[in-house]
T-cell receptor, first 114, second 115 residues
């Protein structure tokens, strides 16, 4: 089964509002990553947060990580129409005794209305 | 150069055709990946190459055959595909030191339609 489950599945907001999406995962992690995907395109890495970090910022993005609850959230502040995309969390998964692959969550589809 | 390129952008093929997808990166990365993504689903890992050697095959059917001719190139050879193989095929690369934990850089994908 997939490592990460995200909610909401879809989110529609007005430009200028904040968007929050959540990711829950199942096993212990070394880090958690967030990626964005514009419709039908490749994924773009947004931010990586390590397991010993609780919060990280990058521009209008704020990511939190709660390893005790096995959850993370991505906050996009002052959203723009250009933020319309699917957002995926990704965590490392074991293969052959090492953390050798990324497993992507189910994704949140964000629509920002102008 | 932080770009991963993929060709072709779109591909339509019949079930008896043989075609290849190509991926290239010039970031000096030593891990390269193929993912398959169906509509409204997350990417699913197919193969991982590390230092030009196949490290992970996620039980992918043999009609998909990966190849890594050198550290910059990754191919996916397609033969006798089924309509359910229609999807977006994404290539990615990363530094290669700990590829389950590294930032991955994705290409724009090849949209494949099997008729």
């Amino acid at each position: 089964s997939q490592q990460g489950e995200e909610d909401p599945q879809a989110l529609s907001i007005q430009e200028g509002e904040n968007a929050t999406m959540n990711c829950s995962y199942k096993t212990s992690i070394n880090n958690l990553q967030w990626y964005r995907q514009n419709s039908g395109r490749g994924l773009v890495h947004l931010i990586l947060i390590r397991s010993n970090e609780r919060e990280k910022h990058s521009g209008r993005l704020r990511v939190t990580l709660d390893t005790s609850k096995k959850s993370s959230s991505l906050l996009i502040t002052a959203s723009r129409a250009a933020d319309t995309a699917s957002y995926f969390c990704a965590t490392g998964a074991n293969y052959g005794g090492a953390t050798n692959k990324l497993i992507f969550g189910t994704g949140t589809l964000l629509a920002v209305q102008p | 150069d932080t770009e991963v390129t993929q060709t072709p952008k779109h591909l339509v093929m019949g079930m008896t055709n043989k075609k290849s997808l190509k991926c290239e990166q010039h970031m000096g990365h030593r891990a390269m990946y193929w993912y398959k993504q169906k509509a409204k689903k997350p990417p699913e890992l197919m193969f991982v190459y590390s230092y030009e050697k196949l490290s992970i095959n996620e039980s992918v059917p043999s009609r998909f055959s990966p190849e890594c001719p050198n550290s910059s190139l990754l191919n996916l050879h397609l033969h006798a595909l089924q309509p359910e193989d229609s999807a977006l095929y994404l290539c990615a690369s990363s530094q290669g030191r700990a590829f389950g934990q590294e930032t991955q850089y994705f290409g724009p994908g090849t949209r494949l339609l099997v008729l």
